[in-house]
């Protein structure tokens, strides 16, 4: 890679990621509040479960942009470098490398947000000090690997899909498309996804939240599944599964529009 492709690479991967990020976590927040309080173990009556929907907003202010832009950094640099046979495998190997990345932050960001969707009247601030205090950086750290476990089966679905959805969809017109378009393929190949993957975020979620329903933080996500089936049932494992799915096809529309729109009106020359 020529080092003027390296440096566009990293500007169009951190500014167009940046907007992205903020653009789905802030507009779908809600929803993923309520899918939160679903999945959690104690059972919230209906008034509660709508109350404070925004709680939690700060930790996703300062870090949905910065993971964001670390996943496409990871994933752009990843298809320029890697060049396997099968486009697909490179991509799946991008997403990979790209989440890898992003975890480092989204991690920590994720643990304080569950955490102040289901404690509302603490702040962000009370609740990260009293999980450094009281579990040390491991704390912000808990279920990392659970994360990692829900997040790269999700994206090498998602992202290869994407990229095969534009494509398609580019040589049926045989013209570039709209930041719209690219949009609709991320909503579909979201949904996809999503569906597919939620017993490995109701897994992550149990262990993010281990504090106070008595989860074994150390637990591997495929035995929190085994756990939850054989305690609660199979629809356990898909608990909350339609405002996920309906979350990330929104969000999926959200999200790659904003990156596409990003990049037609600041990259379009070098995209």
Not at 78 to 86: A, E, F, G, R
Not at 171 to 187: M, V
Not at 210 to 221: F, K, N, Q, R, V
């Amino acid at each position: 890679m020529k080092e003027i492709d390296f440096i566009q690479t990293v500007k169009h991967s951190l500014v167009a990621g940046s907007i992205a990020g903020c653009a789905v976590d802030l507009s779908l927040y809600p929803i993923d509040t309520i899918k939160t309080r679903l999945q959690e173990k104690n059972h919230l009556n209906r008034r509660l479960l709508f109350s404070s929907l925004y709680s939690g907003v700060g930790s996703v202010l300062i870090g949905s942009g910065p993971s964001s832009a670390l996943f496409f950094l990871g994933y752009n640099l990843t298809k320029q470098t890697v060049h396997l046979s099968s486009q697909w495998q490179t991509h799946m190997i991008a997403a990979t490398l790209g989440e890898i990345c992003a975890c480092l932050i989204r991690v920590p960001v994720e643990v304080v947000k569950q955490r102040a969707q289901v404690n509302r009247n603490l702040r962000l601030l009370t609740i990260a000090q009293s999980c450094l205090r009281d579990e040390g950086l491991f704390g912000l750290y808990r279920g990392y690997f659970a994360t990692l476990s829900r997040e790269i089966p999700f994206s090498i679905i998602q992202f290869p899909l994407w990229e095969f959805f534009k494509e398609s969809w580019r040589k049926q017109q045989n013209q570039d498309l709209s930041p719209w378009q690219g949009a609709l393929c991320g909503s579909l190949a979201g949904g996809i996804a999503a569906s597919i993957t939620t017993p490995f975020d109701v897994a992550k979620t149990r262990i993010m939240l281990a504090h106070h329903s008595h989860t074994d933080a150390a637990s591997h996500s495929l035995k929190i599944m085994k756990n939850i089936f054989q305690q609660e049932g199979f629809s356990a494992l898909y608990s909350g599964v339609l405002p996920r799915t309906m979350w990330i096809s929104i969000g999926g529309f959200v999200y790659f529009g904003a990156f596409e729109l990003a990049t037609s009106l600041f990259f379009s020359q070098s995209s």
